[in-house]
């Protein structure tokens, strides 16, 4: 058997064995949704969901190690980043962080990922649809802000 045979054969044999180890491609359940306007709510799920939620669609290639492997990272990564099926139980505080990264990394074009779009050209953000993104966080930073200074007002009778 000649030299190349045999490394063909070796490598054939460690892509079958690393199909063997496990790989996490759940699905928990969601504890409390995003309360967004229906074009946001529309544009987040087609856009953010797969990995930002506990809804992700896992596709065909998140079954085959090592790409497996890189998906599953990349998703719980992504979920312990920001989590729209937790937003709920997020503290005021966090959910401003977490509005003023959204805010940051959609008019940044960090997000969608670009590595993510090539697989997944229905994810893509047009100008105005980042737009309508980053104008809703924005509102809602404001929102909490003018909301906890009304409550300041309520507490000190001013």
Request: contains cysteine.
């Amino acid at each position: 058997m000649n030299r190349g045979r045999r490394i063909g054969i070796a490598v054939l044999a460690v892509v079958i064995t690393a199909q063997l180890v496990p790989v996490s491609r759940t699905n928990p359940p969601v504890n409390g949704e995003i309360d967004a306007p229906p074009d946001v709510r529309a544009l987040l799920e087609r856009s953010c969901y797969d990995c930002h939620s506990n809804e992700t669609v896992w596709p065909w290639y998140s079954r085959v190690a090592p790409a497996s492997w890189l998906v599953a990272r990349d998703v719980r990564k992504a979920r312990d980043e920001l989590n729209f099926s937790e937003w709920a139980d997020y503290s005021e505080k966090r959910l401003d962080h977490k509005l003023e990264e959204i805010d940051e990394h959609v008019e940044d074009r960090e997000m969608p990922a670009p590595i993510y779009l090539p697989l997944h050209p229905e994810a893509r953000l047009s100008d105005a649809e980042r737009e309508t993104l980053v104008g809703w966080s924005r509102s809602e930073r404001a929102s909490a802000v003018d909301g906890a200074e009304e409550a300041a007002d309520d507490l000190t009778g001013g």
